[in-house]
T-cell receptor, first 111, second 113 residues
């Protein structure tokens, strides 16, 4: 079945460090891929998305590239801030009514 | 203007009680969802509705009954609450289509005593 695997957390970084959160997927069809972010006490928010191979989604300094050959969609940011501390979810959709989420990766950024 | 709003934000109740959570979206979306998030942040789809019709029911116990009176509302009623029901429940909505992102409410934290 369809699934998403992302690196376990927590990930702890110092401010201005480089961030990578790995995400790989398994899908029977040709999925759309998403990264969502969840801040404490809030619901998930869309961070970025990509809908076809080699697409790069980007937002707020975060980027992820849809790699069909490696079935990956790794999240990167060049310089993290304390305000980026949150839980990050990789997700895929192959049909109109169901999105499959990864287990989430908690990020702590220290000042 | 809250796009997806759910009430209440917190719900503390005894085992065996019946409770409801309400959800409303003002985005004009056709599809609405209920998710359960456990203490480890794992997010599990419970139900999906499109145009008021049930599309997905992910083997959720019969004690959980969603109701969609119109496209803008999807409420969740839970009978005979159990300790394992303690979690954060999220409502979400989207346009239909695999490219469409979901918009989430802020969650309802349900605690069973």
């Amino acid at each position: 079945g369809d699934s998403v695997t992302q690196m376990e957390g927590p990930v702890t970084l110092s401010e201005e460090a480089f961030l990578t959160i790995n995400c790989t997927y398994t899908a029977t069809g040709y999925p759309s891929l998403f990264w969502y972010v969840q801040y404490p006490g809030e619901g998930l928010q869309l961070l970025l998305k990509a809908t076809k191979a080699d697409d790069k989604g980007s937002n707020k300094g975060f980027e992820a590239t849809y790699r069909k050959e490696t079935t990956s969609f790794h999240l990167e940011k060049g310089s993290v801030q304390v305000s980026d501390s949150a839980v990050y979810f990789c997700a895929l959709s192959v049909g109109g009514f169901k999105t499959i989420f990864g287990a989430g990766t908690r990020l702590f950024v220290k000042a | 203007d809250t796009a997806v709003s759910q009430t209440p934000k917190y719900l503390v109740t005894q085992m065996g009680n019946d409770k409801s959570i309400k959800c409303e979206q003002n985005l004009g979306h056709d599809t609405m969802y209920w998710y359960k998030q456990d203490s480890k942040k794992f997010l599990k789809i419970m139900f999906s509705y499109n145009n008021k019709e049930l599309i997905i029911n992910e083997t959720v116990p019969n004690r959980f009954s969603p109701k969609s009176p119109d496209k803008a509302h999807l409420n969740l009623h839970i009978n005979s609450l159990e300790l394992g029901d303690s979690a954060v429940y999220f409502c979400a909505s989207s346009q239909a289509g695999m490219n469409q992102p979901q918009h989430f409410g802020d969650g309802t934290r349900l605690s069973i005593l």
